[in-house]
Each structure stands twice: as structure tokens, then as C-alpha cells.
């Protein structure tokens, strides 16, 4: 038995459980989850940005980059998370768009003066080029990106 088998049997009997203990039919169960895994499928998501991959994704690149600084306890990054996703898929191949979540990786956070989240910071040639701190609509990053390109 390798040791995805033991979560796989758990999960297979979550499922069961789940269906007898429901109204819900194995078929409709079938049908949510197609439905969630379609809605999910060729879903474009802002980079994942580490402390490791700072330095190379962010201040090496030749086109502008959008960092998103957030955590995961935090509502209004919670807000601002789908919009960077759909920024990133927008401007896919004419910016980088990532997001550092600031409880794994504080080093960057604390150099460029991240002391609220989220806080998107914009930047060009290596250089901060722009901030913007708190909950903003998406046309407020597009225009900051536009302006760069």
C-alpha cells in the first residue's frame, strides 16, 4: 500500500458517508463535482512569490511585475486575491502578477516597508515603480500596469 492509498480509501469513505447520510444522490454529487472541477479547470492564478524566488521573479524581470502581499487570515486580501488572480490573466505574458504571503516569507515584506496588508506593490526594471495599500478595484492595477507597458 504506497501512502496516497490511505488518504484515497478515507476520502472514498468521506463520500460514502456524505451521500447516505444526505439527501443528495451519488448522481447529483457526480454532477457538483464536475461542475467544481470544470468552473476550476485552465483557471489562470496569480504566481506564488517566496523570499527564495523574490530576487529572480520580481527584480530580474524585463516586464513590470505586480506583488500582491497578503495572508490568508486577512478579509480584505480576501477581496483583493480573485481580482490580482484576474489581473494575472489578463496581463498574462505582459506582466508578471504574483502574491507573497506575508506569514511564510517576511523578508521582502519588511524591506520594502509592508506593514499593512494587503499591499500591492508595482514594480519595473527592479524598482518600486508604485504601492497601493487596502482593497481597490481592479481598474486601479490596470492602470498602474498599463502606465509601465
Known sequence: MTQEQPALFLLIKLINNYIAETDITAVSFRKKIDYFCSSSKNKIMALEITDATFEETVLKSDIPVVVDFWAAWCGPCRMVGPIIDEISKDYEGKAVVGK?????????????????????????????????????????????IDGLL
Not at 113 to 124: A, H, Q
Open 100 to 144: 507573497v504571503d506575508v506569514d511564510a516569507n517576511q523578508e521582502f515584506a519588511a524591506k520594502y516597508g509592508v506593514r499593512n496588508i494587503p499591499t500591492v506593490l508595482i514594480f519595473k526594471g527592479g524598482e518600486l515603480v508604485g504601492r497601493q495599500v487596502g482593497v481597490a478595484p481592479k481598474a486601479t492595477y490596470a492602470e498602474a
